[in-house]
């Protein structure tokens, strides 16, 4: 992921916000339109967290150039601009996602798990319904809201940690990525396996009690 945002502060703020997402690395931050070019020629990336606003050109500028060289990396704008005229050309660009300035950590980071959703839907369609839930990964709420209780920020975090993790999670390795307690993330990930949408068995350990391991279901994928 490349960060490109004028202002310094507001740029270490988002890549640290970024890298604390399960799943996501930063791997450079510019601060100007040609930065973010050089950037680019020398490390491609899958996503770019772009602000509309830079230096020397606008952001919309920079992501029609690049498109024109052949990047295809998808786009979040970050950005306080609300013309609808520029959203709508920033869809036409391969702008996936806004976000408005002033925003907080839970507001990226549900973002950029509802992107990973979406990247992570492969193969082929088997029908429209199917299509429609992998665009609503990002352009929608989720479909159905979280039990009392469950934040909807939060389910995504920890949705996108397991999924992230290979060997499966504990409720404590659950609850380390995400920044939350062992016995919250456990209520977590206790529903994702009562949506159907993860697994758990034991790990035994030398002393006490066995362990439970989540793991994420690959058929889950496409729901």
Do not use: N
């Not at 609300?82 to 391969?94: N, P």
């Amino acid at each position: 992921m490349l960060v490109v945002e004028d202002d310094p502060v507001a740029a270490d703020a988002h890549a640290l916000y970024a890298g604390r997402v399960p799943g996501f690395h930063v791997v450079g931050v510019a601060h100007s339109r040609a930065a973010a070019v050089r950037l680019l020629e020398r490390a491609p990336v899958d996503l770019i967290l772009l602000d509309l606003y830079l230096p020397d050109g606008h952001g919309l500028h920079l992501l029609r150039g690049l498109r024109a060289a052949g990047h295809g990396a998808d786009v979040i704008a970050v950005t306080s601009a609300r013309d609808l005229a520029v959203v709508r050309e920033g869809v036409s660009l391969g702008v996936v996602q806004y976000v408005l300035k002033p925003f907080t950590f839970a507001t990226l980071r549900d973002r950029l798990a509802r992107y990973a959703e979406f990247r992570a839907a492969v193969g082929e369609a088997s029908g429209q319904d199917e299509v429609d839930r992998a665009l609503a990964a990002l352009r929608a709420p989720q479909p159905a809201a979280p039990p009392k209780g469950l934040s909807g920020p939060t389910l995504a975090a920890v949705t996108v940690a397991l999924r992230a993790a290979s060997g499966g999670l504990t409720a404590a390795e659950a609850g380390a990525a995400v920044g939350i307690s062992r016995i919250t993330a456990r209520r977590y990930l206790e529903h994702l396996v009562t949506a159907g949408r993860a697994e758990r068995s034991p790990r035994y350990g030398q002393v006490g009690r066995p362990e439970l391991r989540y793991r994420w279901l690959p058929a889950a994928a496409g729901r």
